[in-house]
């Protein structure tokens, strides 16, 4: 259950800060850290690159279709189709359900573009639904309120890495004969009642950008479905539906996975357990910490889902009182990396005027766009860097320090996280960075 009360009258700036709060808190803390998952698989990801360079099979090589392979085993499904990126599975996804211009396609507008601009791109209406305020997620009541004869598809996000209520959407789904495509891209091992996401609906998408639970080192995603029927269709269309070649049975796209992402994916899904599992630990670390400094008044957090798996994509918090916006800008003086995911609902954006949409159509979403911010929550995150992260929201806030005895337990589990920080984190600027664009 997400804790919230009522912030306090006065404004954290107007009140000093507690004293001795900064001893043991580091001087940054990254948003992102990619650098230290690859140098535990340095050597690894190089002799599987050089493989694929001494083959010269770069696209579609064998390491494709064995990653499609130990993927299928990984998510429990009979059909893995890779393809160029998450933007491209989403696309590929409405042609195989042959999404045609003015057919309609429910989904949510708090989500990354690409979920609306797959279905723009083929002439379809993307009929945006409000969200729960808790979980972020698609709000299954609205999806039924917006179904009409001209509704063809309903996209769940998987948001966050946390599954949408597929308890509610499949029946809304099944009485309409509509099918759902999973918006998977942040989800990879989610689950629902024990079932990976990808193989709820009738199609999943995910994607391979490198801030992903599993990431290549470029673009690149793939798609997951039970049917095969849809299956054969994926397979033809990310080919510019060429088969045999030269002979184009359909017109497709050019979606191909590089061999060498695929190479370096494969040395990476061994470890996506283990990386989930620190994901899981690092989220109910930072739980106990927000706990521990009572910030229940001025920050609501994430929690579990009973019947699904959390992966922890990001760790996303709602700042309440308006005070979003000023959290960030202290935590960036400090050096700690965080971001907004995201700061325009997609049916507020500029692109999208034409549709109609207007601001107070969908609250919760205009809501969370204005108070979320998402925390680090890697892998490869330390004790000592959610300490600093946590510390100085509560130093904006003006919350007590920690007790000692708090203290003294969490350096014992990690004492040289505390006292001197290790030659990665000195390094290393504050939002290790992916590019510039984090979906």
Same mark, same amino acid.
């Given at each position: ?44 990801? =190089? ?101 009409? =004869? ?128 620190? =994901? ?106 959610? =300490? ?52």
């Amino acid at each position: 259950m997400i804790r919230s009360q009522q912030s306090p009258a006065s404004s954290p700036a107007s009140r000093p800060a507690p004293p001795a709060a900064t001893d043991t808190l580091l001087s940054s803390v990254g948003l992102l850290a990619l650098d230290r998952q690859y140098a535990v698989l340095r050597e690894s990801i =190089r002799a599987a690159i050089d493989r694929v360079c001494d083959s010269g099979r770069f696209v579609l090589g064998p390491d494709v279709a064995e990653l499609e392979k130990e993927l299928a085993r990984e998510l429990g499904v009979p059909h893995v189709i890779s393809c160029g990126s998450g933007s491209d599975a989403l696309l590929l996804a409405l042609m195989a359900l042959d999404i045609q211009p003015g057919d309609e396609v429910i989904l949510p507008s708090y989500t990354f573009f690409a979920t609306a601009s797959a279905v723009t791109r083929l002439g379809a209406v993307p009929i945006f639904a409000d969200i729960d305020p808790t979980s972020f997620l698609i709000d299954p009541v609205e999806v039924k309120r917006k179904i009409s =004869r001209r509704t063809k598809a309903i996209m769940p996000v998987h948001l966050f890495g946390r599954t949408a209520d597929m308890d509610a959407l499949l029946p809304i789904a099944q009485a309409a004969g509509i099918p759902i495509v999973e918006d998977a891209a942040q989800s990879i091992l989610s689950s629902w009642h024990g079932r990976c996401t990808g193989g709820l609906g009738d199609i999943g998408c995910f994607s391979f950008y490198p801030t992903k639970n599993l990431g290549g080192i470029g673009d690149g995603g793939f798609l997951t479905t039970t049917r095969d029927d849809l299956a054969a269709s994926l397979k033809l269309l990310r080919v510019h539906g060429m088969e045999p070649r030269y002979y184009h049975q359909v017109v497709g796209i050019n979606s191909r996975l590089d061999t060498i992402q695929a190479a370096v994916l494969r040395v990476k899904l061994p470890h996506l357990e283990a990386w989930t599992t620190s =994901r899981q630990t690092n989220a109910a670390r930072y739980l106990d910490l927000f706990a521990d400094y009572h910030l229940d008044r001025s920050i609501n957090v994430p929690t579990e889902e009973p019947r699904g798996r959390h992966v922890w994509n990001q760790f996303v918090i709602r700042v309440n009182d308006g005070q979003r916006d000023a959290l960030r800008t202290h935590l960036t003086k400090c050096n700690v990396g965080t971001e907004i995911y995201y700061p325009v609902p997609l049916h507020l954006q500029k692109c999208f005027a034409h549709l109609g949409w207007s601001v107070g159509d969908l609250p919760e979403t205009e809501r969370a766009a204005k108070e979320t911010l998402a925390l680090p929550i890697f892998p490869e995150l330390q004790p000592a860097e959610q =300490r600093t992260v946590v510390g100085r929201i509560a130093e904006f806030f003006n919350a007590p320090p920690l007790r000692k005895s708090r203290d003294e337990e969490t350096r014992t589990h990690a004492p040289e996280q505390v006292v001197d920080e290790p030659h990665y984190l000195r390094k290393m600027n504050a939002v290790g960075r992916a590019d510039d664009v984090r979906c």
